[in-house]
């Protein structure tokens, strides 16, 4: 079988995802059988190259997020939202209810606990947010959702070792997968 190329990339998220996807522990030698991993946050900052599947951690929050969405969406075969601020925006997206500029000037400018004062909008350090958050599914085609905050382990495997393998996952199953 052929060797597959696999991605992880994290956008507007907290990184749990990517904590579960250590916690395959060893298992992860049985993925490293299957696929090299060529890109991820967890390994180094380069490009993504075409892979056969990219796990996207985190909601859509920033214009930065937008274009490197669609770049994943074009160099992967399958694209897989991994946990639920990549489907539903979870905890990032509850910024969809204030004025961004509301969010942006409490967090850096009025903040107690910020000495910096008057650097925003025009601070280029900061992203440029976008007026929503989004989940990943309404700018691109997804192929696969894995839920959870964070997904756990054993379904983050299941899902892979199946793709790995090109077999369908039985998501279905995902649903029922005892832990522990």
């Known amino acids: 079988m052929e060797r597959k190329k696999l991605a992880t990339i994290w956008l507007g998220g907290c990184s749990g995802c990517h904590m579960s996807f250590l916690d395959i522990d060893e298992r992860i030698?049985?993925?490293a059988s299957l696929a090299d991993i060529v890109k991820s946050?967890?390994?180094d900052g380069k490009s993504l190259p075409p892979?056969?599947?990219a796990l996207v951690e985190g909601s859509v929050t920033s214009d930065e997020h937008r274009e490197e969405l669609f770049h994943i969406r074009k160099q992967a075969r399958i694209l897989v939202s991994l946990g639920d601020c990549a489907i539903t925006t979870n905890i990032t997206g509850m910024r969809n209810y204030f004025r961004t500029a509301d969010v942006m000037r409490?967090?850096?400018?009025?903040?107690?606990?910020n000495d910096r004062v008057?650097?925003?909008?025009?601070d280029p350090q900061l992203l440029k947010l976008n007026d929503k958050v989004y989940p990943l599914h309404e700018l691109v085609k997804v192929d696969y959702m894995i839920p959870g905050c964070p997904p756990h382990a054993d379904t983050i495997f299941?899902?892979?070792s199946a793709l790995l393998q090109d077999r369908?996952?039985?998501l279905d199953r995902v649903k029922k997968i005892k832990y522990g």
């Open 118 to 122: 008057g650097n925003y909008p025009d």
């Open 168 to 170: 369908e996952p039985d």
């Open 41 to 43: 946050p967890v390994v």
């Open 51 to 53: 892979c056969d599947i």
């Open 106 to 113: 409490n967090a850096y400018q009025d903040a107690a606990s």
């Open 158 to 160: 299941y899902v892979l």
């Open 29 to 31: 030698l049985e993925l």
